[in-house]
């Protein structure tokens, strides 16, 4: 019976390890975006938030540690009296490019190089249309997941980003 009990702990123990490294591997993979087959790969998020008297913008800016790959992109909400003051800030919405209402803006995806000198390798002029987005869902107070889809001339450049985020400039 002894030996029973022991090979059942050993198959959960087991079980419960493999399961660990499935998630781990999976939140690796998704704190990325692809274009054309090449991955960009991120590890933390840098929110700027920059108020005037007509809109309110948050600068997101995802990059890996070591400053290889790197993604910029504006948030713009045009300021409306009918919404609190403390609607804008948060920024929990779909932004699409050139709309009415929250807006995303500017954007630029980078690839470093070793003497410090960066490619960029797709910017704003890019877009095509109205189709590019950013989903941006609040998971806490300061983990957030940004679902991104921007339709390119060069490609679509399509990922996520899901975690820890450093606010500047916030309440």
């Known amino acids: 019976m002894k030996k029973l009990l022991f090979i059942t702990l050993l198959l959960i123990l087991t079980n419960c ?32 938030r920059d108020e005037d008297y007509s809109s309110v913008t948050f600068l997101v800016d995802i990059q890996d540690k070591s400053l290889t790959n790197r993604l910029v992109f504006s948030l713009y909400h045009p300021k409306n009296k009918s919404f609190p003051a403390d609607y804008y800030y948060e920024i929990i919405n779909t932004y699409t490019y050139n709309t009415y209402g929250p807006v995303l803006q ?42 991104i889809n921007f339709i390119t001339t060069l490609g679509n450049i399509t990922g996520s980003y899901s975690g820890e985020v450093t606010k500047v400039d916030f309440k």
């Open 17 to 48: 390890s493999s399961d660990n490294s499935e998630k781990d591997d999976t939140t690796s993979s998704k704190n990325s975006v692809e274009l054309n087959g090449t991955k960009y790969r991120f590890d933390s998020v840098k929110i700027t």
């Open 106 to 147: 500017a954007m630029y995806l980078m690839k470093y190089n070793s003497d410090k000198t960066y490619n960029i390798v797709a910017k704003e002029t890019d877009f095509i249309g109205k189709s590019s987005r950013v989903l941006v869902t609040k998971n806490s107070d300061s983990n957030y997941t940004f679902d």
